[in-house]
């Protein structure tokens, strides 16, 4: 009986050795091509507006600057609601939706900015007053972008390249000067620039520098990971813009040049790419801003092409 057991416990320790050496077979990430953003109407003729989601109702925020009004979206990609027609948000830029269901619009000029908490509905319940932030976020600080994840807002300045982070009443909780990160000096901070920015469910900051074709990944103690090699063959950067991620981890790139998606897994291997430059309703003209809802990429474009929606599946 000894004997016996200890040939089980051999051929275990060998099974699980055997086991362990195997190749893991990397997930494959497909995508394809649902509809482009509608009204009644139609498909709504975009460009380059910021997107943002609401995970919970399965509902896509549109930005659009051109005509500073906000309109939501269903799953079907229907148009379900909209505000801010009369005016009264000023300039809006990019909106964030929080999980307790309110709505943050900012809104700027080129000198100013503000930012408008509005209800479910898109009604304004006031202005968001921020309050104890450094001199470094008063000064050479003029945001542009806005997210939210897991109760903090995330306000961006991709020019100057810095975050600054609050609670969604407005009290700064910390702060990413990110070309001080990187290590650049004030000539090397003024001719980069980021261009796309997102939060990941791990509260890792991603985001690309199209001078440099790379895109970055920063987690909250500012431990950096860069990735992304220059040219124009499937998985390389030219013009790099929106980045976001998707619940497993997966990374989905814009190239604005190259008019595609580009799909990595969360160890950052290339794994597919998608839209690619032409007319028919799955290509892309210029993609530039990017936000994952649940197994949905939405990317914004040019040329009055809209924003198309696809499906991700992964096995």
Same mark, same amino acid.
């Given at each position: ?5 200890? =040939? ?12 362990? #050496? ?5 997930? @494959? ?30 509902? /896509? ?7 500073? +009004? ?6 079907? &990609?229907? @148009?379900?609601?909209? =505000? &801010? ?7 809006? !830029? !990019?909106?964030?939706?929080?999980? /307790? ?9 080129? %000198?100013?900015?503000?930012? +408008?908490?509005?209800? =479910? ?25 806005? /997210? ?37 000096? @004030? ?10 920015? #997102?939060?990941?469910?791990? &509260?890792?900051?991603?985001? +690309?520098? *199209?001078?440099? =074709?790379? %895109?970055?990944?920063? /987690?909250? $103690?500012?431990?950096?990971? !860069? ?18 991620? $998707? ?8 190239? !604005? ?15 597919? @790419? ?7 309703? $799955?290509?892309?003209?210029? *993609? ?25 599946? +992964?096995?």
């Amino acid at each position: 009986m000894k004997k016996q057991k200890h =040939f089980i416990l051999i051929l275990l320790s060998l099974l699980l050795v055997l086991a362990c #050496s195997l190749p893991v077979v990397a997930e @494959e990430i497909k995508a394809s091509y649902l509809y482009t953003l509608s009204d009644f109407n139609g498909p709504l003729h975009y460009n380059w507006v910021s997107l943002a989601a609401d995970q919970d109702k399965r509902e /896509t925020y549109v930005a659009d600057p051109s005509d500073k +009004t906000v309109r939501v979206f269903n799953e079907s &990609g229907m @148009e379900v609601y909209r =505000f &801010g027609d009369n005016g009264e948000l000023g300039n809006i !830029t !990019t909106v964030a939706v929080a999980n /307790t269901g309110d709505i943050y619009v900012l809104s700027r000029t080129n %000198a100013a900015y503000g930012i +408008t908490r509005c209800n =479910f509905r898109g009604d304004p319940q006031g202005k968001l007053e921020l309050k104890n932030l450094p001199p470094e976020y008063t000064t050479d600080f003029l945001p542009d972008y806005i /997210t939210q994840r897991d109760g903090h807002l995330y306000l961006v300045d991709r020019n100057f390249m810095k975050v600054a982070v609050t609670d969604l009443a407005g009290v700064f909780e910390t702060g990413y000067d990110l070309a001080t990160i990187l290590g650049f000096d @004030e000539k090397k901070r003024r001719d980069s620039g980021i261009n796309g920015f #997102s939060i990941d469910r791990q &509260g890792n900051l991603l985001f +690309t520098i *199209p001078v440099y =074709f790379s %895109a970055y990944i920063m /987690t909250p $103690d500012k431990k950096l990971r !860069t990735f992304g090699t220059r040219g124009s063959s499937p998985g390389k950067f030219n013009i790099v813009s929106g980045i976001a991620a $998707d619940d497993r981890g997966n990374i989905y790139v814009a190239d !604005t040049l190259r008019c595609v998606v580009i799909a990595f897994d969360k160890d950052l291997n290339f794994r597919t @790419e998608f839209g690619y430059r032409g007319l028919d309703p $799955d290509n892309l003209i210029a *993609p530039m801003e990017i936000v994952v809802n649940n197994d949905r990429v939405y990317v914004s474009q040019s040329r009055s092409r809209g924003v198309n929606v696809y499906r991700i599946l +992964t096995n």
